[in-house]
């Protein structure tokens, strides 16, 4: 089976449903946002939402930052945060893009938020390198929050990290099964070692593990 087309397949077919159940930033980005140095916002500034879904958090970016990119694998997804963007009159550039294959040029980004998607991914493989793409990409000294599930949350029985599906119900009852790596925060932290980022700060938090990175003031690529 081909992951990464059934995770595009699953949300172009949840994406308006999913969409409407995602109307609220999570407090972590906030926070994050808050804290990153002023020198990253304002004129002239890139953030990049990877894995934007309905864009909620492109929202955020959008509000501190000159340019606001988001990207995600599912078209169905990118309308509903094109349909956002409209309604609340930010400006966001929306783009079709794979997470390990992230179609910028190289530091270009001064901020960005990976919330929610590199446990989507299928392989330690792809993972791992879709955050060397987060340090390609990121400008020197530019700041990124990235978060996946983990074996933190309540709803998990284990202590090491495993591929599971779980399920998503649409109106009427029919579920539909999404791809989630569930990691265990050793190993969350060994793929954020394993590649070109900068651990800044690292957390867990409501069953999720989060970190802030970075790149050197001299640029990975």
Same mark, same amino acid.
């Given at each position: 089976m081909d992951r990464r087309a059934d995770v595009r397949e699953t949300y172009d077919r949840i994406a308006t449903h999913?969409? %409407? +159940?995602?109307?609220? &930033?999570?407090?972590e980005v906030e926070s994050f946002l808050e804290r990153v140095p002023a020198d990253l916002t304002g004129a002239g500034t890139t953030g990049l939402d990877v894995?934007?879904?309905n864009c909620r958090h492109a929202e955020l970016l959008a509000a501190r930052v000159d340019r606001t990119v988001g990207l995600d694998v599912s078209r169905g997804l990118l309308e509903t945060g094109r349909a956002r963007a409209l309604e609340r009159d930010f400006a966001v550039d929306l783009l079709q893009g794979d997470a390990a294959t992230l179609p910028l040029a190289a530091g270009v980004v001064d901020v960005a938020v990976? =919330? &929610?998607? =590199? *446990? *989507?991914l299928p392989t330690r493989e792809s993972r791992v390198t879709s955050l060397d793409e987060l340090a390609r990409v990121l400008a020197p000294g530019g700041r990124a929050l =990235? %978060?996946?599930? %983990? +074996? &933190? *949350? /309540?709803?998990f029985d284990a202590e090491e990290g495993f /591929? +599971? +599906?779980v399920e998503w119900t649409l109106p009427g009852g029919e579920t539909v099964d999404r791809f989630y790596h569930i990691y265990s925060p050793?190993?969350?932290e060994a793929d954020l070692e394993e590649s070109a980022l900068d651990v800044r700060e690292w957390e867990l938090s409501s069953g999720n593990c989060y970190a802030t990175v970075g790149v050197d003031e001299e640029s990975p690529t």
């Open positions: 999913f969409a %409407s +159940t995602r109307e609220y &930033a999570w407090p894995g934007c879904g990976y =919330v &929610a998607t =590199v *446990h *989507h =990235v %978060s996946a599930w %983990s +074996t &933190a *949350h /309540d709803r /591929d +599971t +599906t050793e190993e969350f």
